[in-house]
């Protein structure tokens, strides 16, 4: 078969389309966001936002974050809209997507064990529980820890998780960070529980979806965004329609969505704080190779040898990662304790000028969202009078408050 050719800046853009930053984006919502990005990666650290709401946020704009809950798990027929399991790392996935990990849960049902050996009995418990008493969290079922250690889990906590791996029960929501679970007869819908497609076609829609999500992707980039291995995607890459590319620059064979290919890109480019875990750079590697943009979370780097900080988001614009910041929040103010650039952006006045504009709309926006009516930058590699003044000259749009 011959290969389309692109270059490095279309499969960028189609990247970036394919993410929901480039050209309309607000159609249909958080569901449809959801359904589009086919996984949302979760995570505990929370500085201005839960990773899952700043993923929203970034493509959506000011949404509510109880409206971006409801949609995420909202039970309007008395069914979640949507799952937690263990996709690229644990994740958010559209209720549709449950037979999909049939694979996943078939291979953990054959292993026996995960991380811990389960208790004989605590099972049986949890199933009864569950069955009386509806969704409950771990602490209502006997508790998380058997000590202080993190990893020191109590038999419940072993039991429910397993039974999450094997797909007996769901977590259908988080409250105060913790799951609840609940009976997967329950849970999902009943049309979807009884599909039971074996793991060639799993994997093949998993690939299907994941190449649809990135637009153009190499085989690591397929396998990494729902952690399949990468000779799984070469057993089923054939069935999943995505056409062959190559990709100027790229050393590696890529795939492409053909719906991508046949619609260039095309619309106005995001200007956003994007969190460590989004799926347009939680993939180190795609993200250098995609943006030449070396990124790396820093949240468990000892604070002296952090380069850009705690928890720095990169800082999309013109569809390019131009730097990054580290937030955080003191009563109303939203303070950047650093704001760094890379070196390209800053090289020219009129790059620098740019930067320092597309830096403090992003800003401006972040604020707003959260509660907060003032910006303030620690440190940054700009000007400190061009970052100021571009701060100061942000129009309303640009600080949220008519987008």
């Not at 819908?189 to 637009?215: K, M, Y």
């Not at 064979?253 to 939680?282: C, I, K, M, Q, Y």
């Amino acid at each position: 078969m011959v290969e389309v050719e692109l270059s490095a800046d279309e499969a960028r853009r189609l990247q970036l389309r394919a993410q929901g930053f480039l050209g309309a984006r607000r159609k249909g919502g958080v569901p449809a966001m959801l359904e589009r990005l086919g996984a949302v990666q979760l995570d505990t650290i929370s500085v201005l936002a839960r990773s899952h709401e700043l993923v929203s946020y970034a493509r959506l704009g000011p949404v509510r974050r109880t409206a971006i809950e409801d949609a995420y798990w909202g039970r309007p027929n008395g069914t979640a809209g949507a799952f937690e399991y263990w996709a690229h790392a644990a994740s958010v996935l559209p209720m549709d997507t449950w037979p999909l990990f049939g694979f996943r849960r078939r291979a953990y049902l054959r292993r026996g064990w995960r991380w811990h050996k389960v208790p004989e009995g605590v099972c049986d418990e949890i199933r009864a529980r569950l069955k009386a008493d509806g969704p409950l969290t771990t602490r209502e079922l006997g508790g998380a820890k058997a000590s202080a250690d993190w990893w020191d889990w109590s038999d419940h906590k072993i039991g429910i998780e397993w039974l999450l791996d094997i797909g007996e029960v769901v977590c259908v929501q988080r409250v105060g960070w913790r799951r609840v679970y609940d009976l997967a007869e329950r849970a999902v819908p009943s049309g979807l529980l009884a599909q039971d497609p074996d793991d060639d076609a799993c994997l093949t829609e998993l690939v299907t979806r994941a190449g649809r999500a990135l637009g153009v992707a190499t085989r690591a980039d397929l396998a990494d965004y729902y952690r399949v291995k990468q000779d799984q995607v070469d057993r089923v890459i054939d069935g999943t329609g995505l056409v062959p590319v190559a990709v100027a620059g790229w050393s590696q064979r890529a795939w492409a969505d053909p719906e991508a290919l046949d619609d260039p890109p095309r619309g106005r480019h995001a200007t956003t704080l994007l969190s460590p875990f989004d799926s347009l750079v939680w993939d180190r590697a795609r993200t250098s190779r995609v943006f030449g943009f070396d990124h790396r979370l820093e949240a468990y780097v000892p604070k002296a040898k952090r380069v850009h900080g705690y928890f720095a988001m990169p800082l999309l614009s013109g569809g390019r990662l131009l730097g990054r910041v580290d937030p955080a929040r003191e009563g109303r103010t939203l303070i950047a304790r650093q704001a760094s650039l890379e070196p390209w952006a800053t090289r020219t006045p009129a790059r620098a000028e740019a930067s320092a504009a597309a830096l403090a709309t992003a800003l401006w926006r972040a604020a707003t969202w959260v509660g907060c009516d003032d910006v303030h930058v620690d440190r940054t590699d700009l000007p400190q009078s061009l970052l100021t003044a571009a701060l100061k000259a942000a129009t309303p749009t640009e600080r949220g408050a008519s987008t």
